[in-house]
């Protein structure tokens, strides 16, 4: 079963930047997607970005476009999500998340992130002044 483990939440005033690490173990595809998700209260999980780990190709959506970058260092199972710009309505849990079958990044940050069989326990991001 793989393993996520998110860490690098707290809080953080508006316009400020935090990175959050996602360590990955036990992994059981070669070549994956992977990638980062957030619940805030009240709402529905929402997916940000996906990254690829054969070749690092990234997704991302537009709620995040342009302030938010996803990485990913594949010698140490590392996806790490780098968030400027932060603003009240990022503040949520963020997770990261794989899925054991093979899936595109697109397909994991559209609709298979709903079906994904691996989530890490979260890590809490408040934006507050």
């Known amino acids: 079963q793989v393993q996520l483990v998110e860490s690098g939440g707290g809080l953080v005033q508006p316009g400020g930047s935090l990175r959050l690490s996602c360590a990955a173990s036990?992994?059981?595809?070669?070549?994956?997607?992977i990638g980062w998700f957030r619940q805030a209260p009240g709402k529905e999980l929402e997916a940000l970005s996906c990254i690829a780990s054969y070749d690092s190709s990234t997704y991302y959506t537009d709620s995040v476009k342009g302030r938010f970058t996803i990485s990913i260092d594949n010698q140490r199972n590392m996806v790490y999500l780098q968030m400027n710009g932060l603003e009240p309505e990022d503040t949520a849990v963020y997770y990261c998340?794989?899925?054991?079958?093979?899936?595109?990044?697109?397909?994991?940050?559209?609709?298979?992130?709903?079906?994904?069989?691996?989530w890490g326990q979260g890590t809490q991001v408040t934006v507050s002044s």
């Open positions: 998340a794989t899925d054991s079958r093979p899936m595109t990044i697109r397909r994991l940050c559209t609709d298979g992130f709903l079906h994904a069989d691996s």
């Open positions: 036990k992994l059981t595809l070669d070549y994956y997607a």
